[in-house]
């Protein structure tokens, strides 16, 4: 995903969310005058995993539970 930065800032885009971080995109993003906020997988991705739960449990009438396992990277 982090490649896609180059085409947010040919689009004009004021700000670039990622799960991942490596140290060029950081200093491409810098460069650019982009704001770059990379956030981590568990962090960017425990929204959608959350929202298909309440889906499911809706559709098909269930009890869901979400338990979230934190991770520090």
């Known amino acids: 995903a ?5 085409q947010a800032v040919l ?5 670039f969310i990622t799960g991942e971080v490596s140290e060029h ?5 810098r460069e650019e ?9 568990h962090a960017t ?4 995993v959350r929202a298909l739960g309440e889906y499911i449990g ?3 009438n269930l009890k ?3 338990i979230n396992i934190e991770n520090p990277v």
Do not use: M, N
């Open 25 to 29: 995109v950081y200093h491409y993003a």
């Open 58 to 60: 809706r559709e098909f």
């Open 11 to 15: 689009q004009g885009f004021d700000a």
């Open 33 to 41: 005058g982009i704001h770059f906020i990379a956030a981590g997988h």
């Open 64 to 66: 869901t539970e979400f």
């Open 2 to 6: 982090q490649k896609e930065i180059k």
């Open 45 to 48: 991705e425990v929204f959608g």
